[in-house]
């Protein structure tokens, strides 16, 4: 029997647990979003409520929060984000995942499907080229991002 641990996150990522209990909070979410050019009136905003964990953590056993530590995704992804990562969803080309290759520590990365490589989108940082021999596990696929301003 061959029993494989699973890779360690790297330098780059750290992960933040969370807790879900029965208590929600809603805030309120303007659905027709805000002109970044000329204001609208006030009247044109339409508050309903949102609850975060609803959108964002429908489902908490495959949903990790990340948080990024290092610039080899600069400037898509920059240091102090919390990424949102769901392990229930395919890594598929062009998709952004947290991936660990032959055992190495995780590492997040974008997938090129069709070139077999996993991109760095800084490019002071290699990319990595997969091989048929080798093995890619995927943590999870990064679906959102939260970033302070």
């Known amino acids: ?5 699973l ?7 750290i992960n933040l647990p969370f807790r879900i209990d029965d ?9 027709e979003g805000v002109q970044a050019g000329f204001p609208s009136p006030a009247e044109d905003f339409k ?18 929060l990340i948080k990024v530590a290092g610039n080899s995704m600069y400037p898509t992804l920059q240091i102090g984000d919390i990424l949102i990562v769901k392990s229930d969803q395919e ?10 290759v032959n055992q190495t520590d995780f590492t997040v ?29 995927c943590l999870g696929v990064v679906k959102q991002l939260i970033r302070d301003l």
């Open 7 to 13: 890779p360690k996150l790297n330098k780059e990522l």
């Open 109 to 137: 990365k974008r997938f090129d499907k069709i070139k077999k490589k996993l991109l760095a989108d800084n490019s002071e940082f290699p990319n990595i080229e997969l091989n048929e021999e080798d093995t890619l596990i």
């Open 47 to 64: 508050e309903i409520p949102l609850s975060l964990d609803e959108k964002y953590l429908q489902n908490p056993q495959a949903t990790y």
């Open 1 to 5: 029997m061959k029993i494989l641990n």
């Open 23 to 31: 208590n929600k909070v809603y805030v309120n979410y303007f659905d």
């Open 91 to 100: 890594f598929g080309d062009s998709d952004i995942g947290i991936v660990s």
